[in-house]
């Protein structure tokens, strides 16, 4: 089973992660979640993942509360603390974390560092393609390859 650190290098030659300082405007994370076509931004301020704003925290803290996004700072709305995951956690403890908390996002730190964005769709595609693995070899087995 694969790492946090292998899906991340496997996901880095297509996504680069984005992030939103937290005085920053609701309205600004907005523009670049659709910018970025991403469903969420790690906060960071001098460094740090400070927490993590995504879609669900627009709809839920600002929208349904008549809040208005240019005079909202991120910080207002974001979920924190955030919950992350070091590089050498393995999917299966990803997942039930994710599954656990209600999760879709999951911000990777080392050491303080953000080194990229876990999606609930990367582990299930990691999952997936696993599980495919997994088969071809039993198939391959079952016909004495």
Not at 93 to 121: A, F, K, Q, W
């Amino acid at each position: 089973m694969k790492n946090v650190e292998q899906i991340l290098k496997a996901k880095a030659q297509h996504h680069s992660v984005y992030t939103i300082g937290p005085d920053d405007s609701v309205l600004d994370a907005l523009k670049l979640l659709a910018e970025k076509n991403v469903g969420a931004l790690p906060v960071v301020e001098n460094d740090q993942v400070v927490g993590i704003v995504s879609e669900r925290d627009y709809a839920r803290k600002l929208v349904l509360k008549g809040r208005s996004s240019p005079f909202t700072k991120v910080h207002e709305i974001m979920s924190a603390p955030v919950i992350t995951v070091e590089p050498k956690q393995n999917l299966e403890y990803c997942m039930n974390l994710m599954t656990n908390r209600h999760l879709r996002h999951l911000p990777v730190v080392d050491n303080g560092e953000l080194l990229g964005l876990l999606s609930i769709g990367d582990l299930v595609k990691e999952t997936i393609a696993e599980q495919a693995n997994l088969i071809l070899q039993l198939e391959q087995y079952i016909r004495g390859e």
